[in-house]
């Protein structure tokens, strides 16, 4: 059963937030992403109101969230996980085997610059393939890197992510994450809140979920979270109506 209703605003959260698809709308290429001043407000507004208990969950390397983001320098999940760096800032980096990647990706990289539209990004730690500029060639996408996944033996995994296939190394998720994050100061002690638009993010709303906090899809599709946001606009309108500073926003609760 479902009903509308927001998710209870609830006294001592730690937000923990997806960028692409959930505060930010998707673009053909992730370079072409920009942030405005609001989104900036809106975070760092966030951040402060929770004594530092905000952090971005990306797939995103950490870096590029950085240069997005400038100048605030927040807590970070990048690469779903692969990399992170914690509300002290300290660096963690879960270790991967660097030259595996290099040589499973070799064939993915090769079929990219003979398909136009194809997208290849290296994050570092996980590559990815784009093809949301040339959909026609999901299937193919997909197989080639299956294909480079097997090669690695087991260290890496397929994450699948709208119009995107990516190869991670194996074990590391965002949820794995949270989880992380959760263990620690600020966030330690206080009701996770997670938002998140892919596949990817099922992961995070899943621990979410164990730890009773406040998942939230953003957009349509089956998923793991308990509540719903139809798209940015409407979850940067939750976000901003937990400070008081924009109007509520519709959420349905989902059975």
Do not use: C
Request: zero cysteines.
């Amino acid at each position: 059963m479902a009903h509308d209703a927001v998710p209870p605003y609830i006294p001592n959260p730690a937000f923990l937030l997806d960028i692409d698809g959930t505060l930010l709308d998707i673009e053909g290429h992730p370079d072409d992403v920009r942030i405005g001043r609001a989104e900036l407000e809106l975070v760092s507004g966030l951040h402060r109101a929770t004594g530092g208990a905000l952090a971005l969950v990306s797939g995103r390397p950490l870096a590029g969230i950085d240069v997005l983001f400038h100048p605030l320098k927040l807590p970070i999940a990048g690469q779903h996980g692969a990399e992170r760096r914690d509300a002290r800032g300290r660096r963690h980096r879960h270790r991967f085997p660097v030259e595996t990647l290099h040589q499973a990706a070799a064939p993915v990289r090769k079929f990219v610059a003979r398909n136009e539209g194809l997208v290849f990004e290296d994050k570092g730690a996980s590559v990815a393939l784009h093809y949301r500029l040339a959909p026609h060639l999901e299937a193919a996408a997909r197989s080639i890197i299956e294909d480079a996944a097997r090669s690695a033996g087991g260290a890496l995994e397929v994450q699948v992510g709208k119009m995107v296939y990516e190869l991670k190394p194996a074990g590391v998720d965002k949820g794995s994450a949270i989880g992380e994050f959760m263990r620690e100061e600020p966030f330690a002690g206080r009701t996770p809140v997670f938002l998140g638009d892919d596949v990817t993010d099922e992961f995070g709303f899943q621990v979410v979920n164990r730890l009773g906090g406040h998942s939230v899809k953003i957009g349509q599709g089956e998923t793991a979270a308990r509540w719903r946001l139809a798209g940015p606009v409407a979850a940067k309108a939750w976000l901003g109506a937990w400070m008081g500073e924009f109007g509520r926003a519709k959420v349905t609760k989902i059975a």
